[in-house]
Each structure stands twice: as structure tokens, then as C-alpha cells.
């Protein structure tokens, strides 16, 4: 599978922004998704996760209650809202496929390109 994330840009802190996943094949729903974010000079961190089904989802701690999750399987995309973003929040956001749904804040089969965010205090 091909992921395409797009929906990066500049805003200001306490502002929201959505990210999509395109994903190309006839396989999407049959993978759990998840988004992950780097930023300058740190590791690449677990953000979201999202069950085949999208009857599950994941949050980092760090997260959580701001942003949300979700997919459409007919669309082959998954989202992620960003709301209340706060300049840490500042990273590249890559989203990832994998065929299990086990263990989902790791083990990622399928990586996208990732798109910039930027969160100006």
C-alpha cells in the first residue's frame, strides 16, 4: 500500500488543522492505521492508532482529548483533527499502515512522506 499525507501547514497555538492519509490499493480496510510525528532533532514518536474497523483508537497521553482519529474505508483515507495545538505540537506527522492490530503504537509495515506542522506561539 501508498500513503499520501497532506493537511500540514502553519497555524497559530490554540488553532486546528486535519490531517488526511490517502492510501492506494483495494486493501485499506483490512489495515490498521496510525499517525506519528518527528520533531527537529528527536525520534519519531506514536501520535494516534486506528483499528481496521475504526471501532478502536489509540492516543498518546500527550494527546489525548485534543486530537481525534478516524477513518473512511470507502474513501480509503484516514484523518487526524488536530484541535487546541500547542507549539510542541510542532513536527512532521507521518501516518502508517500495518496488518495487525496488535501492539499499535508499533511495528508499522507502510510508511507516508510525512507533512509539516507548525505551531506558532
Known amino acids: 500500500v501508498q500513503l499520501q499525507a497532506s493537511g500540514g501547514g502553519l497555524v497559530q497555538a490554540g488553532g486546528s488543522l486535519r490531517l488526511s492519509c490517502a492510501a492506494s490499493?483495494?486493501?485499506?480496510?483490512?489495515?490498521?492505521m496510525g499517525w506519528f510525528r518527528q520533531a527537529p532533532g528527536k525520534e519519531r514518536d506514536f501520535v494516534a492508532a486506528?483499528?481496521?474497523?475504526?471501532?478502536?483508537?489509540y492516543y498518546a497521553d500527550s494527546v489525548k482529548g485534543r486530537f481525534t482519529i478516524s477513518r473512511d474505508n470507502a474513501k480509503n483515507t484516514v484523518y487526524l483533527q488536530m484541535n487546541s495545538l500547542k507549539p510542541e505540537d510542532t513536527a512532521v506527522y507521518y501516518c502508517?499502515?500495518?496488518?495487525?492490530?496488535?501492539?499499535?503504537?508499533?511495528?508499522?509495515?507502510?510508511w507516508g512522506q510525512g507533512t509539516l506542522v507548525t505551531v506558532s506561539s
Open positions: 490499493g483495494r486493501s485499506f480496510s483490512t489495515y490498521a
Open positions: 502508517a499502515a500495518k496488518h495487525s492490530s496488535a501492539y499499535m503504537t508499533r511495528g508499522y509495515d507502510y
Open positions: 486506528i483499528t481496521w474497523s475504526g471501532a478502536n483508537t
